[in-house]
């Protein structure tokens, strides 16, 4: 099974600064496998990223995403209020087929 | 992309069996494939498996004895059974969308939670 694991489970950050996202997997995952949802309270996740540097439709581009091999990153370049939640990475290709990480929750300062 | 919505029934009893249902709107499920995804109360998200819109399926090694997918194309609908709950499975079940050639879920429902009860 493929692990992702993501830091820092809690980022505390003010609107208007600049927040990194950690994603390390467990072994080498293609850079086409790799994608980014965002999680508000009550809601289902939404597609950010995929293939571990696009912008899925209508994504803001304050948000990017980087990385490959084992260690990805997603970046929300200058926050905005409605940017605070939690943030998960998803890998497509192991064992099971699907996994994700155990998610950053995005909190204001 | 299509909108997902889960429905079923909110409560099950330990060892019966969970069954939910995810509507597709907004498009054919022609060229989808359906996953289930759950997130228990308070943690993260665990993908249970999917099915094709033809009826090939992937699970879950951790859940594949218990699950059972079916898709009815005529209803643009899909279909989980967990047979043999316990409380461990309590949470919020979703269901999402990926297009073929597609490695990421583009579409996911708004969740349904379903509570295990002894």
């Known amino acids: 099974e493929i692990v992702l694991t993501q830091s820092p489970d809690t980022l505390s950050l003010s609107p208007g600064e600049r927040a990194t996202l950690s994603c390390r997997a467990s072994q080498s995952v293609s850079s086409t496998y790799l994608a980014w949802y965002q999680q508000k309270p009550g809601q289902g996740p939404t597609l950010l990223i995929y293939g571990a540097s696009s912008r899925a439709t209508g994504i803001p581009d304050r948000f990017s995403g980087s990385g490959s091999g084992t260690d990805f990153t997603l970046t929300i370049s200058r926050l905005e209020p409605e940017d605070f939640a939690v943030y998960y990475c998803?890998?497509?290709?192991?064992?099971?087929?699907?996994?994700f990480g155990q998610g950053t929750r995005l909190e204001i300062k | 992309q299509v909108q997902l919505q889960e429905s079923g029934p909110g409560l099950v009893k330990s060892s019966e069996t969970l069954s939910l249902t995810c509507s597709v709107s907004?498009?054919?499920?022609?060229?989808?494939?359906c996953s289930w995804i759950r997130q228990p109360p308070g943690k993260g998200l665990e993908w249970i498996g999917y099915?094709?819109?033809?009826?090939?399926?992937d699970y879950n090694p951790s859940l594949k004895s218990r699950v059972i997918f079916s898709v009815d194309t005529s209803k643009n609908q899909f279909s989980l059974k967990l047979s043999s709950v316990s409380a461990a499975d309590t949470a919020v079940y979703y269901c999402?969308?990926?297009?073929?050639?597609?490695?990421?879920?583009?579409?996911w429902g708004q969740g349904t939670l379903v509570t295990v009860s002894s």
């Open positions: 099915i094709y819109y033809s009826g090939s399926t």
């Open positions: 907004g498009g054919s499920i022609n060229g989808y494939y």
């Open positions: 998803q890998q497509f290709g192991g064992s099971p087929l699907i996994t």
């Open positions: 999402a969308s990926r297009r073929r050639g597609s490695t990421a879920f583009g579409s």
